[in-house]
């Protein structure tokens, strides 16, 4: 399974940004999709998940109301609409794909439960 996320660049605060994850060598309509994040010197957080045909949707508090995550199961890709970004939302953004998902709500939020893992693309928020 590759994983290839696209979509990043340099924004203003308030600005927005679209990322995109496209999964090759399976089809992932049942898998569960996150999206993560590192900040330059901090460990890697949860961003969104979703999860079966995109049934459920999860987020990070920090995000919530600004970001909606989508799937479009017909191109094997999964979609990160960022709105209102602020300069803390600079990272590098990956997406990643749990292929054996538990069911436990939990495990979306868990980078430990995604069995694979795309290159990153950087998000850059000026003040």
């Known amino acids: 399974v590759q994983l290839q996320a696209s979509g990043g660049g340099l924004v203003q605060a308030g600005g927005s940004l679209r990322l995109s994850c496209a999964a090759s060598g399976r089809t992932v309509t049942y898998d569960t999709m996150g999206w993560f994040r590192q900040a330059a010197g901090k460990e890697r957080e949860f961003v969104s998940a979703i999860i079966w045909r995109g049934i459920s949707t999860f987020y990070a508090d920090s995000v919530k109301g600004r970001f909606t995550i989508s799937r479009d199961n017909a191109k094997n890709t999964v979609n990160l609409q960022m709105n209102n970004l602020k300069p803390d939302d600079t990272a590098v953004y990956y997406c990643?794909?749990?292929?054996?998902?538990?069911?436990?709500?939990?495990?979306?939020?868990?980078?430990?439960?995604?069995?694979?893992w795309g290159q990153g693309t950087q998000v850059t928020v000026s003040s």
């Open positions: 990643a794909v749990d292929v054996q998902p538990s069911g436990r709500p939990n495990d979306a939020y868990t980078a430990s439960a995604y069995d694979y």
